[in-house]
């Protein structure tokens, strides 16, 4: 099984970025994690602060084999209709992750504009999420009328 997990802009400063809301760990710390966590699932990791390199890494998944996408499109979560429109275009299933619990911080990131075309949404679960997510997507997978 193959899974792409993309990260948007910012969270590559993990571990140093607002650890006291994003944790101590970097990005590399939990792409590894995940990789041990998940040793039978090939993993392939993007970073980008660009919107359209999210996109391009999006749209990938339509040509290369992938059978679902975690996405922690970070700032762009909040209003990038770019985003939304070109999960809405993939054929594999996305879940939406984040670090913090977007719905206790500021009113402009309570709202999601990729959630409406994603299967679920984990919020506040830290470097777990990621973990969650993974474990979402094989249910998806596994049990495709849920
Ligand atoms: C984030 C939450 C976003 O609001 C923020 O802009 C991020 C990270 C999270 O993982 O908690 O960069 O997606």
């Given at each position: 099984m193959k899974?792409?997990?993309?990260?948007?802009?910012?969270l590559n400063l993990l571990?140093?970025?607002?650890p006291q809301i994003y944790g101590?760990?970097?990005?590399?710390?939990?792409?590894?994690?995940l990789t041990g966590s998940f040793p039978d699932i090939l993993f392939t990791f993007f970073q980008s602060n660009h919107e359209g390199a999210i996109i391009d890494a999006l749209q990938g998944t339509l040509t290369a084999q992938c059978d679902g996408v975690v996405l922690n499109a970070a700032a762009?979560?909040?209003?990038?209709?770019?985003?939304r429109d070109?999960?809405?275009?993939?054929?594999?299933?996305?879940i939406e992750v984040h670090l913090s619990n977007i719905h206790l911080r500021e009113e402009f990131r309570r709202h999601s504009v990729i959630a409406e075309v994603c299967k679920a949404q984990v919020s506040g679960f830290g470097s777990e999420g990621y973990k969650l997510a993974v474990d979402m997507l094989?249910?998806?997978?596994?049990?495709?009328n849920t």
């Amino acid at each position: 099984m193959k899974i792409l997990v993309i990260n948007g802009p910012n969270l590559n400063l993990l571990g140093t970025r607002e650890p006291q809301i994003y944790g101590v760990q970097t990005l590399n710390d939990v792409e590894k994690e995940l990789t041990g966590s998940f040793p039978d699932i090939l993993f392939t990791f993007f970073q980008s602060n660009h919107e359209g390199a999210i996109i391009d890494a999006l749209q990938g998944t339509l040509t290369a084999q992938c059978d679902g996408v975690v996405l922690n499109a970070a700032a762009l979560t909040h209003y990038s209709y770019a985003i939304r429109d070109a999960v809405a275009a993939l054929r594999v299933p996305v879940i939406e992750v984040h670090l913090s619990n977007i719905h206790l911080r500021e009113e402009f990131r309570r709202h999601s504009v990729i959630a409406e075309v994603c299967k679920a949404q984990v919020s506040g679960f830290g470097s777990e999420g990621y973990k969650l997510a993974v474990d979402m997507l094989l249910h998806k997978l596994t049990t495709p009328n849920t």
